[in-house]
């Protein structure tokens, strides 16, 4: 299996999906200077895009998957809010469903990762973009929590396929239990040296579940927490 990658990062998501599918990547694009560089020293050869806006879907190779991080800025906590329609960046989701119908033959499968806004708040709008291009979406609330890691993280993904009909949100594990390191915030930021001591992350280990720290061999963390 072949996967193509929108929004690409450093292939983060696209690893994964590589993983899980057995597949390798075809192409990427990606507009950060630094991430091309990156993505072209790890994958020499691979067909690296710098821009959606200029990409011609006639000129990308088929992929069975289609995989894609579409910007959150303007729809996560943490941004302005401005929304996925009004938003410079999120709007963008919107080019990606354009994109992919443009391609020949329809890749089977897109696979999508955003914060959870991205169900939570424009599930509607999501669907019927992928719906109007012949793709049902099954809908996945996670955090890096469920994997393993020690912290919250929520994330939203999107798996649509091609010809099917939604299956709706199939799994919800934003409430596992467990041991969490604060999530950081874009309120924590202080000068160098000062990070153990932001408010929002004192105020959310005392609120919050505490890790054990003997779990962690040579913790450099401060008293103070």
Same mark, same amino acid.
């Given at each position: 299996?072949?996967?193509?990658?929108?929004?690409?990062?450093?292939?983060?998501?696209?690893?994964?999906?590589?993983?899980?599918?057995?597949?390798?990547?075809?192409? /990427?694009?990606?507009?950060?200077?630094? $991430?091309?560089?990156?993505?072209?020293?790890?994958?020499?050869?691979?067909?690296?895009?710098?821009?959606?806006?200029?990409?011609?879907?006639?000129?990308?190779? *088929?992929?069975?998957?289609?995989?894609?991080?579409? *910007? $959150?800025?303007?729809?996560?906590?943490?941004?302005?809010?401005?929304?996925?329609?009004?938003? /410079?960046?999120?709007?963008?989701?919107?080019?990606?469903?354009?994109?992919?119908?443009?391609?020949?033959?329809?890749?089977?499968? =897109?696979?999508?990762?955003?914060?959870?806004?991205?169900?939570?708040?424009?599930?509607?709008?999501?669907?019927?973009?992928?719906? %109007? =291009?012949?793709?049902? $979406?099954?809908?996945?609330? $996670?955090? /890096?929590?469920?994997?393993?890691?020690? %912290?919250?993280?929520?994330?939203?993904?999107?798996?649509?396929?091609?010809?099917?009909?939604?299956?709706?949100?199939?799994?919800?594990?934003?409430?596992?239990?467990?041991?969490?390191?604060?999530? *950081?915030?874009?309120?924590?930021?202080?000068?160098?040296?000062? =990070? %153990?001591?932001?408010?929002?992350?004192?105020?959310?280990?005392?609120?919050?579940?505490?890790?054990?720290?003997?779990?962690? /061999?040579?913790?450099?963390?401060? *008293?103070?927490?």
């Amino acid at each position: 299996m072949r996967v193509g990658s929108v929004f690409s990062g450093i292939l983060g998501l696209d690893w994964a999906v590589c993983e899980h599918y057995n597949a390798s990547m075809a192409f /990427a694009i990606e507009r950060d200077p630094f $991430c091309r560089t990156l993505i072209k020293k790890r994958h020499p050869g691979l067909v690296v895009h710098d821009d959606l806006l200029t990409a011609d879907p006639a000129l990308f190779p *088929p992929v069975d998957i289609l995989a894609a991080s579409p *910007p $959150c800025q303007d729809i996560t906590v943490a941004g302005r809010r401005a929304g996925l329609i009004e938003g /410079a960046r999120s709007s963008l989701f919107f080019r990606f469903v354009y994109f992919a119908s443009q391609l020949s033959p329809k890749p089977r499968l =897109i696979v999508m990762e955003n914060t959870p806004a991205f169900i939570r708040q424009y599930r509607g709008l999501v669907e019927k973009a992928l719906n %109007h =291009i012949d793709y049902g $979406c099954t809908l996945v609330l $996670c955090t /890096a929590q469920s994997a393993g890691a020690p %912290h919250k993280r929520e994330r939203a993904f999107v798996v649509a396929e091609h010809g099917t009909k939604n299956q709706g949100l199939v799994v919800d594990l934003t409430s596992t239990p467990g041991p969490l390191w604060p999530t *950081p915030m874009a309120s924590d930021h202080r000068p160098r040296g000062d =990070i %153990h001591r932001t408010p929002s992350v004192k105020r959310r280990m005392k609120n919050g579940r505490q890790l054990n720290l003997s779990m962690v /061999a040579g913790s450099s963390l401060s *008293p103070d927490w």
